[in-house]
T-cell receptor, first 115, second 115 residues
Framework: AQSVSQHNHHVILSEAASLELGCNYS??????LFWYVQYPGQHLQLLLK??????LVKGIKGFEAEFIKSKFSFNLRKPSVQWSDTAEYFC?????????????FGPGTRLSVLP | SQTIHQWPATLVQPVGSPLSLECTVE??????LYWYRQAAGRGLQLLFY??????ISSEVPQNLSASRPQDRQFILSSKKLLLSDSGFYLC??????????????FGEGSWLTVV
């Protein structure tokens, strides 16, 4: 079965600082990888996803993530964070066997950006 | 476009009372449907998923059950609520695209407080 770990429970940054949130998964087969964001009081939204092709994926709001297959990692990055990026971020993996029915999420990383 | 609706948004129920949370999806057919529970610091726990009418898979043993009476309707139920059932419940649906893989989309969630 798949599992997902996220390196940090809570990250605190000042505006304009660079961001990298770690995500590792355990699954030996083919996967889709995702980052979802949950802004305060809002529902989960897709930030970006990897399906195939270029391992460097660009998402909304200046976020990007790099899939490194050898490290089973899918880290999220942003060169310069804004106060509005304050949110909880979830990494997720979807195994593409068994009809891709199961999405497994990490425990989440809370990002606080100080103005 | 596809939309997902989940209700009620908040619910306060006494211990031992029944529960029914409903979820409907519009704008798609034969979606995979999911019920997750979100707990602070623990990410999203998959409770049930369904690949078709009447087909329910349970991921964890618990006091809850799920049903899918129609293609785009998914219901989370309990006959007798426990205090430990309190939490934030999310309905979701997923779609598969040959060139984009699998993606999961979430409803707004339901806060359940058992008193």
């Amino acid at each position: 079965a798949q599992s997902v770990s996220q390196h940090n429970h809570h990250v605190i940054l000042s505006e304009a600082a660079s961001l990298e949130l770690g995500c590792n998964y355990s699954y030996g087969g083919t996967v889709n990888l995702f980052w979802y964001v949950q802004y305060p009081g809002q529902h989960l939204q897709l930030l970006l996803k990897y399906f195939s092709g270029d391992p460097l994926v660009k998402g909304i709001k200046g976020f990007e993530a790099e899939f490194i297959k050898s490290k089973f990692s899918f880290n999220l990055r942003k060169p310069s964070v804004q106060w509005s990026d304050t949110a909880e971020y979830f990494c997720a993996v979807n195994a593409l066997d068994n009809y891709g029915q199961n999405f497994v999420f990490g425990p989440g990383t809370r990002l606080s950006v100080l103005p | 476009s596809q939309t997902i609706h989940q209700w009620p948004a908040t619910l306060v129920q006494p211990v031992g009372s029944p529960l029914s949370l409903e979820c409907t999806v519009e704008g798609t057919s034969n979606p995979n449907l999911y019920w997750y529970r979100q707990a602070a610091g623990r990410g999203l726990q998959l409770l049930f998923y369904s690949v078709g009418i009447g087909q329910i898979s349970s991921e964890v043993p618990q006091n809850l059950s799920a049903s899918r009476p129609q293609d785009r309707q998914f219901i989370l139920s309990s006959k007798k609520l426990l205090l430990s059932d309190s939490g934030f419940y999310l309905c979701a649906w997923s779609s598969w695209g040959a060139d984009s893989g699998n993606t999961i989309y979430f409803g707004e969630g339901s806060w359940l407080t058992v008193v």
